[in-house]
């Protein structure tokens, strides 16, 4: 199984980018380890050998990423026309996209029937109507509302997603009446999941919606959509063996001949770790016995994903122009500002950090996972301008 490159190693590669003097890197830049998408993928694969991971394109839509993603073979989560439109571009055939947006757009359904995305979500009346109406032979999956009561998901989707218990019969009777064909059950339990039971009462929850579709006579279910909430680490290898154990209880027979597709949608679990953002410092404040410092990248760029977790999740590694071993140094207490003219973009506080200089660098590691993709350009820092450099072994 291949393996991301090390701590060291991907210092050492940006240091290489920094010292470059043809480039003249001052700004804030990703680095992508491409080791890292191949091992998460290897390791996707060894857990779970039986769940295709469509991947979930809204939380880091790099392009290099995502063309990487399609030679490994995955398939892709599209929420929007956009989406799908990135995902054709890189040569991805439309079976391996779900259009996974329970309200979508009339005009974005067209162009999902035009291009042939053939397989969506829906959780209303209202969005089968558009369904029958632009795109009739789309397959269609009922997304529902599991519970949530045994779920610690730091971010769940029920208030906004999902039919509700008393809600699916009436949805599955519509879409049988308006000839449209449902194929399967797909569901989210929230992101990052760490109560495993949640995982178990969702997939008994879409067992007994197959059986609610066999009884009111629909066609044969063969579609399972576990959705996303994935981690990579030990968390995951976790998750994996509920997930096993819950579709050999609830999913036995249509396993054993080989009747079901099981499918999910992780983001975080495969765009987080392979992402590293450099940034550089551009401005510095003495208060006593505290160190202020301004970077070229904060809470309106890449760090929005700051307003949802806590800034102890985010390994940071200080990089100094003068003194390679920061390590070792001592450190102060130090608050790190983003650059711009809101003071609500705060990036650290009260975090320990070496005495800094201008031009000194932060590296922050684990950063792919709803960030680039969630910054704007306020007051002119463009995160959508911010480079990306490949590292690669191979």
């Known amino acids: 199984m291949e393996k991301p490159l090390s701590r060291d190693d991907l210092i050492r590669f940006i240091r290489s980018i920094i010292s470059n003097e043809q480039v003249e890197q001052t700004d804030s830049f990703y680095v992508l380890d491409f080791g890292a998408i191949r091992s998460l993928v290897d390791t996707w694969f060894h857990h779970l050998p039986t769940v295709q991971p469509f991947y979930a394109v809204k939380c880091n839509p790099n392009p290099a990423f995502l063309g990487q993603m399609a030679a490994l073979g995955t398939g892709f989560d599209c929420a929007s026309l956009a989406e799908i439109e990135t995902v054709l571009c890189l040569g991805v055939s439309p079976d391996r996209i779900i259009f996974a947006n329970t ?20 959780d209303s009346i209202c969005e089968l109507e558009k369904i029958r109406k632009w795109h009739p032979k789309c ?18 989707f029920g208030s906004k997603f999902g039919a509700l218990p008393e809600e699916i019969v009436p949805l599955l009777k519509a879409a049988q009446e308006a000839k449209l064909r449902v194929v399967g059950v797909s569901f989210l339990i929230g992101r990052r999941a760490l109560n495993f039971q949640a995982i178990q009462d969702a997939i008994e929850t879409a067992k007994a919606t197959f059986e609610t579709a066999a009884q009111l006579g629909l066609p044969k279910f063969h579609i399972l959509d576990i959705g996303g909430g994935f981690s990579s680490g030990p968390k995951f290898t976790e998750a994996a063996s509920a997930v096993k154990v819950a579709l050999e209880k609830h999913f036995r027979n249509e396993l054993a001949d080989d ?136």
């Open 259 to 394: 009747g079901l597709r099981i499918m999910a949608e992780p983001g975080r679990f495969f765009a987080k770790s392979p992402f590293i953002l450099a940034t550089s410092v551009t401005g510095k404040r003495v208060r006593g016995e505290v160190r202020e410092y301004w970077i070229n990248d904060g809470i309106s760029g890449s760090f929005n994903i700051l307003l949802r977790k806590n800034h102890d999740e985010i390994p940071c590694t200080p990089l100094t122009v003068e003194n390679p071993i920061c390590l070792e140094m001592k450190t102060w207490s130090s608050t790190v500002f983003g650059p711009t003219c809101d003071p609500a973009d705060t990036v650290f506080k009260d975090f320990e950090l070496p005495e800094l200089n201008v031009n000194d660098w932060l590296v922050f590691h684990d950063m792919g996972a709803y960030t680039s993709s969630r910054g704007n350009d306020f007051n002119g820092f463009k995160t959508s301008a911010i480079p990306t450099y490949i590292a690669d072994k191979n």
């Open 103 to 122: 309200c979508k757009p009339e005009s974005h359904i067209k162009y999902a029937a035009k291009v042939g995305v053939n397989l969506t979500t829906f």
């Open 139 to 156: 397959a269609l999956l009922i997304r529902i509302k599991v519970p949530e009561t045994s779920s610690t998901a730091t971010f769940k």
